[in-house]
């Protein structure tokens, strides 16, 4: 039988336009091999997911971001994503194999695949497209470090026999809003510190049972762990993308992020949010956002 990885070269080959990857597993040797085939010309963009779970059992690796960007091509992580797609201009196939060996048959014992031809101007896919870049997160050298430092702190955790739920390593929940307006104070009261007023310690220990925290760490080590958390937040996803697209983000910005996520923000108003927001991407992610001192605005760090 004919490996799959045959059929997706020959797509790919034939783009003229624009190609677009798209799958949750991605090892950096088989998209490798599919880019080779996609010329230079051609607009190419790649969605994949980033969590910890694939990435410690090997289904993804890092070294993706490096193939992509020798080729000056984009990388986006939607961490939802579970759909399979391989598009060159208006042709795609779509079904369930990932970008790794054993997916696309380039190996002994390959999985059983499915790719089916697929016009990509089809009103499904076209719908798709758009819900795909909905909310994604542009990747880059910063967060690819963060990631590896996780990956590193939990390899050593799981040497030293500690009880650990991966499967809960990337989850947060859909609807979480940072409500902390001192989130420099969350590592003191992960280390146990309660010299805080009632209303103000109760709402940090909230955020803290949010962000589902490996025990031990150290405070590098755990504003790593919310950096890695945030960027994958429903609202902090959204922002970061409205910024990534639009630029500054604004408080009117917010109302319609908020409008859409529809989510019960009992008394709190848009500013507020966004007042929060700026203190909470300016203490954890300081080396890509900063805000403009007079007004409520957010600006892309200069420093990416």
Known sequence: ????????????????????????????????????????????????RWKLADLLSGSSDLGVFEIVSSRNIPLFLKQDLHA?????????????????????GNCKNPNLELLVPYSRTSNQIIEFEKRLMDGVIKATSIYRDVLNRLLAKIHALQTDHAVMNIDTLDSISSDWIPQSRNPEELYSVYQGNTDFGRTM???MKNELN??????????????????????HSRFVSMVLQQIEQNGPITESDTTQILLKMDVAIKERSPRDILEVLKRWLTYFLSNEYETVSDSIKLIKSHKL
């Open 210 to 231: 949010t962000f589902d925290f490996i025990e031990g760490l150290n405070e590098d080590e755990f504003n790593v762990w919310i950096s890695f958390k945030l960027r």
């Open 1 to 48: 039988m004919k490996a799959l990885e045959e059929d997706v070269l020959s797509l790919l080959k034939k783009a003229q336009r624009e190609v677009l990857v798209v799958a949750p597993y991605i090892r950096s040797e088989s998209l490798k091999r599919l880019l080779c085939s996609v010329s230079n010309r051609v607009d190419t963009k790649v969605v994949t």
């Open 84 to 104: 399979k797609l391989f598009a060159a201009d208006d042709n795609c196939l779509v079904g369930s194999a990932n970008v790794t060996n054993t997916a696309l």
């Open 201 to 203: 310690l109760t709402i």
